[in-house]
């Protein structure tokens, strides 16, 4: 297309393209884009699909996608959420979820104080991390 000074936030699956290499064409097409945007938007959303597509489907471990996460925002024109995102990268080598880590971090920086969740893995993990987590009824005021 020609476009100049290109910025552009990414999908999901192009960063996937771009770590995996699982399709030739595409990964060289994503691989061009990167390269020649100025800017480079990633969403906190994506880095949570991309976290729970490499854990899941491609059977990556924590450390690996962790490791993925933070090559990936080491990249100078890359512009994300940092805090959200270190909260994810830290939840998740504590054997969480990038996701829980996230979702906190970013209720904090709404103004809330606490997460509210059942999942009784995830609070464990959240309180390791330094994040205040808390069953609904156990949340006073």
């Not at 910025?7 to 995996?20: A, E, F, G, S």
């Not at 490499?54 to 925002?73: F, H, K, M």
Request: aromatic share 4%; glycine share 6%.
């Amino acid at each position: 297309m020609g476009w100049r000074n290109v910025k552009v936030t990414l999908d999901t699956n192009v960063l996937l393209r771009t770590v995996l290499h699982d399709d030739i064409d595409q990964a060289a097409a994503a691989e061009a884009l990167l390269e020649r945007a100025t800017l480079l938007v990633i969403p906190v959303p994506v880095f949570c699909e991309l976290s729970w597509v490499l854990r899941r489907s491609y059977r990556q471990t924590a450390r690996e996608v962790a490791d993925t996460i933070e090559a990936i925002c080491a990249i100078e024109k890359v512009v994300t959420d940092d805090l959200t995102v270190m909260a994810g990268i830290n939840v998740l080598r504590s054997g969480g979820d990038f996701a829980d880590g996230a979702i906190a971090r970013q209720g904090e920086t709404f103004g809330a104080t606490i997460l509210a969740t059942f999942d009784q893995q995830a609070l464990t993990i959240l309180r390791k991390s330094g994040l205040a987590a808390a069953e609904p009824g156990d949340v006073e005021n």
